[in-house]
């Protein structure tokens, strides 16, 4: 159902979504569009903000809490003007889906109707079993199956085939990376490039040109054209991650371009039109930014369509041994080793730690351990190499009290001697450049030579 007190717009929209196999019924004042609720199975209301020639919004407003009141789970997109983008976000805070700027781009529009139909009919559902959702998705790379992960995979399964806009959050090191290339590569741009972006990277001076490119001679350094990360994404999914970290300046920024799918290559005069999904990531308090005023509550709510809150690993206690024996297997590979096992004994223990860091200090201190053990088995003292008495005063785990530099040390020196000097590969096992190798290695005067 169309609400819109201007007819042009009405007919408008009446055309083009029944060009795209829509069933299409209008409404011009709140009151009959209330009527027409009551009488008719909608799926979707497309409504305006303003009604008799107000601008204050109260009307569209009221509107959306009645259809919130009488239908919850029915989906309202609001249309507004550029200028009013605060009057939409008071209507999601009331309950609308997702909002369009007027004047709209017909095919940004018909995605996003989509999106919110598809999201609609998907309802919420029981998380499913592990082997279910296995067999219906290709979640292979996330490791576990307790309850808490297996409703974040519930999630995905049900959102993943929408081109909804996804907000994952979580505290470092939970594996929010793993599940955007899960959203992806369920999503039907899998065949499309997945572009990931850390925001946190990213200065001020140069988002514009790293997000949306450049054209030859905009300034100084710009010899040649360059496309940017919206670019390099159209047609598949932009992975947005530290969030948190972006600027007020960027953010404005960020907002409009999400907005219409649309923008301006740095030195250019025309707008470039981009099909991108958008899936972002942070481990701030978001709500508490906006509270702050430090991030746009507008670009809050265009990026929390669908929120995704990652559990910590304290939260996934059963799952420890299974993402414990995985990247036993997965780091064995890596670097040529004989694969190791782990007794029952160390597996318990690594499930009685706290795990702050969550998968990634679990995955680092396997990794170290593996490395450095050399053994067929690892054990309980290979994890806990002081005392019992003292991990117990200490309250928890103390990882030898071996410092990253020192740790970076051990595993590029293991490096060296597992694959008889090659720089090449070594590099290669270690996810560096050979010439980041070397700085590594002059950095904790490792010498070469010891080791071809």
């Given at each position: 159902m169309i609400v819109d007190d201007d007819r042009s717009v009405t007919a408008s929209l009446s055309l083009l979504l029944k060009?795209?196999?829509?069933k299409v019924i209008q409404a011009h004042d709140p009151v009959a569009a209330m009527v027409a609720i009551e009488q008719n199975e909608v799926d979707l209301v497309l409504q305006d903000?303003?009604?008799?020639?107000?601008?204050?919004?109260?009307?569209?407003?009221?509107?959306?809490?009645?259809?919130?009141?009488?239908?919850?789970?029915?989906?309202?997109?609001?249309?507004?003007?550029?200028?009013?983008?605060?009057?939409?976000?008071?209507?999601?805070?009331?309950?609308?889906?997702?909002?369009?700027?007027?004047?709209?781009?017909?095919?940004?529009?018909v995605r996003t109707v989509n999106t919110a139909i598809g999201l609609s009919s998907n309802g919420e559902q029981p998380p499913l079993t592990r082997k279910a959702l296995d067999q219906a998705y290709d979640f292979q790379a996330i490791i576990g199956e307790s309850p808490a992960l297996l409703s974040?995979?519930?999630?995905?399964?049900?959102?993943?085939?929408?081109?909804?806009?996804?907000?994952?959050?979580?505290?470092?090191?939970?594996?929010?990376?793993?599940?955007?290339?899960?959203?992806?590569?369920?999503?039907?741009?899998?065949?499309?490039?997945?572009?990931?972006?850390?925001?946190?990277?990213?200065?001020?001076?140069?988002?514009?040109?790293?997000?949306?490119?450049?054209?030859?001679?905009?300034f100084t350094d710009a010899r040649q054209d360059r496309l940017g990360r919206f670019s390099t994404a159209d047609?598949?999914?932009?992975?947005?991650?530290?969030?948190?970290?972006?600027?007020?300046?960027?953010?404005?920024?960020?907002?409009?371009?999400?907005?219409?799918?649309?923008?301006?290559?740095v030195g250019a005069s025309q707008n470039t039109s981009v099909n991108v999904r958008i899936v972002s990531a942070t481990n701030k308090d978001l709500e508490a930014m906006v509270a702050?005023?430090?991030?746009?509550?507008?670009?809050?709510?265009?990026?929390?369509?669908?929120?995704?809150?990652?559990?910590?690993?304290?939260?996934?206690?059963?799952?420890?041994?299974?993402?414990?024996?995985?990247?036993?297997?997965?780091?064995?590979?890596?670097?040529?080793?004989?694969n190791a096992s782990i007794s029952a004994v160390a597996l318990n223990w690594l499930k009685q730690q706290k795990w702050p860091g969550n998968i990634r200090q679990l995955c680092q201190t396997i990794e170290r351990v593996l490395l450095m053990s050399g053994k067929a088995q690892l054990d309980y003292q290979d994890f806990a190499p002081n005392s019992e008495k003292e991990e117990q005063a200490a309250g928890g785990f103390d990882p030898g009290k071996t410092t990253l530099d020192e740790m970076e040390k051990m595993m590029i020196e293991k490096s060296?001697?597992?694959f008889g000097g090659n720089i090449s590969k070594v590099a290669e096992a270690l996810g560096l450049s050979r010439a980041a190798l070397y700085r590594r290695m002059e950095k904790h005067d490792i010498n070469y030579d010891a080791h071809s």
């Open positions: 060009q795209n196999k829509f903000m303003n009604f008799s020639r107000s601008t204050t919004g109260e009307e569209g407003l009221a509107l959306v809490q009645s259809i919130r009141e009488h239908s919850p789970t029915l989906a309202v997109i609001l249309m507004t003007a550029w200028g009013s983008i605060s009057l939409a976000v008071e209507g999601m805070r009331r309950g609308a889906h997702d909002f369009i700027a007027k004047p709209w781009d017909n095919d940004h529009l974040v995979l519930s999630t995905i399964g049900r959102v993943c085939k929408t081109d909804a806009s996804v907000l994952i959050l979580g505290e470092s090191g939970t594996g929010k990376e793993l599940i955007a290339d899960a959203i992806h590569y369920n999503s039907r741009r899998k065949h499309e490039s997945l572009v990931k972006v850390n925001l946190g990277g990213i200065t001020p001076s140069l988002f514009e040109s790293e997000m949306f490119g450049h054209v030859k001679g905009a047609g598949g999914t932009l992975f947005l991650d530290e969030l948190g970290e972006l600027d007020k300046s960027s953010q404005a920024k960020m907002l409009r371009v999400l907005q219409d799918q649309t923008f301006q290559m702050q005023e430090s991030f746009r509550e507008d670009l809050f709510y265009r990026l929390n369509l669908i929120t995704i809150e990652l559990p910590p690993l304290r939260k996934r206690v059963n799952d420890i041994p299974l993402l414990a024996q995985h990247h036993i297997q997965k780091i064995s590979k890596l670097y040529g080793l004989p060296l001697q597992n």
